[in-house]
């Protein structure tokens, strides 16, 4: 990365770099960014492709003073990941919204997000120390993670129910309701699930006339991809061609990965609320 240019030109030549690729019928382009996404959720879709372009092995990152608060440090020599970070003023305002120029009036502050500037991180990988605590995962069995979706789910007042007339499709959803054919490995019936409800989430509304059947599709599947790998699953990447995402402009293709980035990143946030309530 040019660390020379601004922040709309870096996040404008990476979504350009993974359109490239994708263009040129590299899909594990695409793939290696959804993994990187399932490991940052809390970072905006441009930052996930900016780490992926740089850094895609990164499986934990912070600034450079967070690393020195978990007990370790940086390895001299190292170059940051460039990520784009919100620059936030704060002032007061009327309560008709119009800025002020004191403190004076009933007038309240505010934050408002101005620009983005360029900070840097770095991956786990360059750093040295005491070791992480460590995340539970699962490997190939969702566990306890099925039944907070499925109880996830059906708080939103969508009906869940099984059975083999929807055959050879494994899962389907129509109205408010899913529906899953009955008898999958628990694996294979956690990844349906997040893809039904991927599609409840994005393609209920009127953006539903907005995209193909094939966009729908693969958003779907990149959502229950990325929560998948968040949670220690091991993901097929024949699970879906992720190249027809990209349908021949990056304002699309980056549509698409902000939708699938909050999906997944809600889907992710409401399980571990739940599972952390149970506990």
């Given at each position: 990365m040019n660390t020379e240019t601004t922040p709309s030109?870096?996040?404008?030549q990476a979504l350009a770099q993974l359109a490239e690729a994708l263009q040129a019928g590299k899909s594990e382009a695409l793939t290696t960014y959804l993994k990187v996404m399932s490991r940052f959720t809390k970072y905006s879709w441009g930052n996930c492709l900016l780490i992926s372009m740089q850094r895609p092995d990164a499986s934990h990152v912070a600034g450079f003073h967070s690393w020195l608060g978990l007990g370790r440090h940086v390895r001299k020599g190292e170059k940051g990941i460039v990520i784009l970070a919100p620059v936030v003023s704060k002032g007061k305002y009327s309560k008709d919204k119009q800025a002020t120029q004191d403190d004076a009036g009933d007038g309240k502050s505010e934050r408002r997000l101005v620009a983005f500037r360029k900070a840097?991180?770095?991956a786990l990988e360059q750093t040295?120390?005491?070791?992480?605590?460590?995340?539970?995962?699962?490997?190939?069995?969702p566990q306890h993670h099925l039944d907070s979706l499925k109880a996830l789910i059906t708080s939103q007042d969508i009906n869940l129910e099984?059975?083999?007339?929807?055959?050879?499709?494994?899962?389907?959803?129509?109205?408010?309701?899913?529906?899953?054919?009955?008898?999958?490995?628990?694996?294979?019936q956690f990844?349906?699930?997040?893809?039904?409800?991927?599609h409840q989430r994005l393609h209920k509304s009127e953006r539903r006339a907005q995209t193909t059947k094939t966009i729908?599709?693969?958003?779907?599947?990149?959502?229950?991809?990325v929560v998948c790998h968040a949670i220690g699953l091991d993901v097929n990447s024949a699970s879906a061609d992720?190249?027809?995402?990209?349908?021949?402009?990056?304002?699309?293709?980056?549509?698409?990965l902000h939708f699938i980035q909050s999906t997944a990143a809600d889907i992710l946030?409401?399980?571990?609320?739940?599972?952390?309530?149970a506990r």
């Open positions: 030109e870096l996040a404008s840097y991180v770095f040295d120390g005491d070791d992480l605590p460590q995340f539970a995962t699962v490997q190939g069995d099984y059975t083999a007339d929807i055959a050879p499709a494994r899962g389907m959803s129509q109205g408010n309701t899913i529906t899953l054919i009955p008898g999958m490995p628990t694996g294979e990844s349906t699930l997040v893809h039904e409800y991927a729908r599709e693969t958003e779907a599947e990149a959502v229950a991809f992720y190249i027809s995402l990209y349908s021949g402009d990056t304002a699309t293709l980056s549509a698409s946030a409401a399980l571990q609320s739940s599972e952390a309530a």
